[in-house]
């Protein structure tokens, strides 16, 4: 077994009776955690989609979209209305039959001066968290925070904040504001002191934002679910969906962009007698080429050279789009196989026509491309899965891509038997990124338990290397969840049990420790020895009351580290206490008294005093929105287990004030796990 540097100092004589003496005292206290609670289980009678559900993104094999025009859709409207019409009399029983089954839940109110992708009862922020501040401050604010971050509970806050259905930034202090009635409608509208200008600008700060933190699927969605008024026909916005996938809202938008610049040409037109110059703006030749590709996506290949042709007439001639497009005209069964090598960069329109043809990609223009380009190809089912692994390995550093994704890049690579029986000693000398995707195969297939766990350690160890726990313990959480409790794990209790309170599993975190409990009091040494690692982290990852605290149980964990040497032991001490006490434990006096030495915790740093300030100033004011962003600016790009127990302690404090209560825990538990808990 694989133990820390902190474990491996010797033993004092009485450890084994204080490991027991501990295992008794929880076994008598009364607010266990239920040790009958089980996994929940799969109804067998569901039955399972008989196909996958539809991508958001292009097929591959299909050289484009299929755009139906007006007459179709209205003929199967039609045909869909007539038909439910004449099944009426037979659907009239079971409705009735079903009408007092089903119960609809509560409708959110729409309010129009809010916007955003998350409402309230999806977990959204409160409406008005940003109002009580200016937007010039929270411009400047999010200019400091670094997105995307590598702390999965960073990343949480920051999408929460830019993602939840808030109102804008108003300077007036927090005080609802009643929606006016329509009576035209019975809908709502804004009231008269909404300024649709500000609405505008901060609704472009949160998008700006978005496409620093590169997750597209957040961000298109973000796009498309803009107010009509508020959504620009952009450069910029039209990428983003093409990006994403949305073809068709990229199309929609070039329509709309053509159609305005063909009316402010007219105008021009009609004031002047000739244009003394016609030349396109970077902008203009951007929608020109758009249009050339919509054309194509709608099989009017005439109409896409016209728009060619328009482009190479007014100087804009661009031959590796001119080459692509070309190719994408052509049917799909006599296309070859090209490549990038004439490509100097990855722009969103030429990757996205490339993938279209379903060409490989050089590697050394996807290391130079844009981060959102990036981004796309990991999410690009069109691209080789060689391709694909690449992107995923560059987002990751940056913390640009999901565990989700990544779990599925993962599971794409292929490997031999003699590879996976290996894995371990592999990856002991190799330290490329493939090497953390055999590891994470081989333990997901791995059959037997011990060796699946054994692995699982390896991975933890490059993680703590790397500084990468927490989201290596996220993409790893099935795996976690497939191991069950069993005297043969017992060494492995400590490492199981954080990688799946890291992973968001407390539920079954909480089994292994009322395994762990019980076998300790049965008088299992190791089993002793792992619950004394897992009570802190239980104990603040666990709802109030679920893990027993008292001051004898804490002397006896007290106890337990007196293995450790002095600086560790009060290192590890003062950030337990401190953050025990931040979620309302108590800590006795003489515990405290206790580390009044010169022993200092190494590695961490305190909040800067400039950042502590305004943090305590902007709680002090009711203002929640910058109250977080200077919490996620303490935290940095390290992230919590940078900061010292007294850093840690406030931002607790402050996340559990605006009701971010699972997210204060996860804090918590980065910051412990990065200290060696």
Sequence with gaps: MKISSNDKEKSSPSEAGLKISLAALLLVSTSFHASNAQEQMIDPSIQEAEENPQSILFPSGVPSPYFPSDAEIASQAEERLNRTA???????????????????????????????????????????????????????????????????????????????????????????????????????????????????????????????????????????????????????????????GDLIGACQMTAQARAADTQARNSRFSTNAMM????????????????????????????????????????????????????????????????????????????????????????????????????????????????RFQAAAKSYLSGGVTSNALRNIYDMQEFTNAEYNSAVRMAEFDERPIADALLYQAASKQMIDLEKAEILEAIWQRAIENNDLPRKAALNIETLRSLNPTTRLVNHAHHIVRGLILGGDIERALLWYDFARRSAASGDAEATRALINIWPLATLAAEPGEIPWSDSILNLWWNGQMVLSPENRDGKATLFYALAEAFGHQVAEDKWAELITENKQEGVQPIPLAVWREMIKAVGENKPAEALLLSLIAMGEEGPGSLDASGLSTIIRLLRSVGLEQEARKVAIEAMVANDF
């Excluded at 070859?336 to 490509?343: N, P």
């Design 86 to 244: 004449e099944g009426n009399n037979d659907l009239s029983s079971e409705v009735d039959q079903f009408s007092e089954e089903i119960t609809q839940e509560p409708v959110e109110e729409q309010d129009p001066t809010a916007f955003g992708t998350i409402s309230r009862s999806m977990g959204g922020l409160e409406k008005n968290i940003w109002q009580p501040s200016q937007i010039d401050r929270i411009e400047k604010l999010l200019d400091a925070v670094t997105l995307p971050t590598l702390s999965p509970v960073m990343d949480d806050i920051a999408r929460k904040l830019l993602l939840s259905v808030t109102t804008s930034p108003t300077a007036t202090p927090i005080v609802e504001q009643p929606l006016l009635e329509d009576d035209n409608d019975h809908g709502f509208v804004r009231a008269p002191s909404f300024n649709e200008d500000l609405f505008r600008q901060f609704i472009n700060l949160r998008l700006k934002e978005l496409i620093e933190r590169g997750n597209l699927e957040d961000l298109v969605a973000y796009i498309q679910n803009l107010p009509p008024e508020i959504l620009n026909s952009e450069q910029q916005n039209a990428e983003i969906l093409m990006l994403g």
């Design 276 to 387: 003394e110059d016609d030349t396109l703006s970077e902008e203009g030749q951007f929608w020109l080429k758009m249009t050339a590709f919509c054309r194509v996506l709608e099989q009017d290949n005439s109409g896409a050279q016209i728009a060619l042709d328009m482009l190479n007439e007014r100087g804009s001639m661009d031959f590796m789009y001119n080459d692509l497009l070309s190719r994408l005209m052509e049917p799909a069964d006599i296309r070859g196989t090209f490549f990038s090598g004439g490509l100097n960069d990855l722009e969103p329109l030429n990757y996205t026509i490339w993938s279209l043809l379903d060409q490989p990609i050089d590697a050394d223009l996807i290391e130079a491309s844009d981060p959102l380009i990036v981004s796309a190809l990991v999410i690009n089912p069109n691209m080789s899965a060689e391709n």
